[in-house]
């Protein structure tokens, strides 16, 4: 069992920045892979970013947010952090914090997690 709890969500102006944090607690020694989804009002979960908790430290992103989104890791304190910059209307959805439980780690798959957040919103206008 692994809770995830995500933060830092908000309301900013295009061009903006924000900068999301996911806490992991429970049994995390499972973790092989954390990773952020986003979903907006009638469309689908897709994802965003992602990074390897063992095996190196490999990040895989969107192509829509490649360039401007940053995925990091904290394995001490269980935590992943997306780092999002230049921030545009279309980025507006929640934000969702997902971790994998399998070693094989499909990292740009929904089907690849197994924990997930309550989410985040993130609204840039404008």
């Known amino acids: 069992q692994v809770q995830l709890v995500e933060s830092g969500g908000g309301l900013v102006q295009a061009g903006d920045s924000l900068r999301l944090s996911c806490a992991a607690s429970?049994?995390?020694?499972?973790?092989?892979?954390m990773g952020w989804f986003r979903q907006a009002p009638g469309k689908e979960r897709e994802f965003v970013a992602a990074?390897?908790?063992?095996?190196?430290?490999?990040?895989y992103y969107a192509d829509s947010v490649k360039g401007r989104f940053t995925i990091s890791r904290d394995n001490a304190n269980n935590r992943v952090s997306l780092q999002m910059n230049s921030l545009k209307p279309e980025d507006t959805a929640i934000y969702y914090c997902a971790a994998s439980t399998s070693p094989v780690y499909t990292a740009t798959s929904r089907a690849g997690y197994t924990f997930w957040g309550q989410g985040t919103q993130v609204t840039v206008s404008s």
């Open positions: 990074i390897r908790w063992i095996s190196g430290r490999s990040t």
């Open positions: 429970g049994r995390t020694f499972s973790t092989y892979g």
